[in-house]
């Protein structure tokens, strides 16, 4: 038992460390399923994807790797004819922000101060056990251009979007997402 429990940690770090950089995307379905209120989940390959859905367009939090992104769109696309408003990133991980560039085309990408500066500078990206990766410095179409310290709040959809920063998380840029009339909570 005590091997297993030393490898553990190497098949984690392996499966996640291959997920982004040898994964063939081109076998990705992004799956959309309506959560609650004008809340959906898109599913596809890394951090699941929040979408406010409504009157006044899109809300998008988080947009995974960025060979996903047309997939993205389209998955979109089937349930409203409605704009991208804002990118919501949760924290800089590229399962996270790997789409930034193209999305920020349409719509301002908002994040913690941290992210931007992570996704700007590159650096450590992840530690698990014993195995440590880099993330390489995004290019500056990529990087958040609305950054906050503490909370932002978003009001659309018929809904006050709050966004959260958490101080001790995943990352030193992580934020939580509540949609309070939806009754849904994003966590990236």
């Given at each position: 038992?005590?091997?297993?429990?030393?490898?553990?940690?190497?098949?984690?770090?392996?499966?996640?460390?291959s997920?982004?950089?040898?994964?063939?995307?081109?076998?990705?379905?992004?799956?959309?399923?309506?959560?609650?209120?004008?809340?959906?989940?898109?599913?596809?390959?890394?951090?699941?994807?929040?979408?406010?859905?409504?009157?006044?367009?899109?809300?998008?939090?988080?947009?995974?790797?960025?060979?996903?992104?047309?997939?993205?769109?389209?998955?979109?696309?089937?349930?409203?004819?409605k704009?991208?408003?804002?990118?919501?990133n949760?924290?800089?991980?590229?399962?996270?922000?790997?789409?930034?560039?193209?999305?920020?085309?349409?719509?301002?990408?908002?994040?913690?101060?941290?992210?931007?500066?992570?996704?700007?500078e590159?650096?450590p990206a992840?530690?698990?056990?014993?195995?440590?990766?880099?993330?390489?410095?995004?290019?500056?179409?990529?990087?958040?251009?609305?950054?906050?310290?503490?909370?932002?709040?978003?009001?659309?959809?018929?809904?006050?979007?709050?966004?959260?920063?958490?101080?001790?998380?995943?990352?030193?840029?992580?934020?939580?997402?509540?949609?309070?009339?939806?009754?849904?909570?994003?966590?990236?």
């Open positions: 038992m005590k091997s297993l429990s030393m490898l553990l940690p190497v098949l984690v770090a392996g499966v996640t460390l997920s982004g950089q040898d994964q063939d995307f081109s076998k990705v379905q992004i799956k959309v399923t309506k959560v609650a209120g004008n809340v959906y989940m898109l599913e596809g390959e890394g951090g699941n994807i929040a979408a406010s859905i409504g009157e006044d367009g899109i809300v998008v939090v988080d947009d995974q790797y960025a060979p996903l992104a047309e997939k993205i769109q389209a998955a979109l696309k089937t349930v409203t004819d704009p991208i408003r804002f990118i919501i949760t924290h800089y991980h590229l399962d996270h922000t790997g789409a930034n560039e193209f999305f920020q085309k349409q719509a301002p990408i908002i994040a913690h101060d941290n992210v931007r500066k992570r996704l700007e590159g650096g992840g530690n698990l056990g014993s195995i440590k990766f880099d993330s390489a410095p995004q290019p500056k179409p990529a990087l958040p251009i609305l950054t906050f310290d503490h909370d932002v709040t978003i009001h659309l959809n018929g809904e006050d979007i709050h966004v959260m920063h958490l101080h001790a998380g995943h990352t030193d840029g992580d934020s939580v997402i509540f949609f309070p009339k939806s009754n849904v909570v994003h966590m990236g």
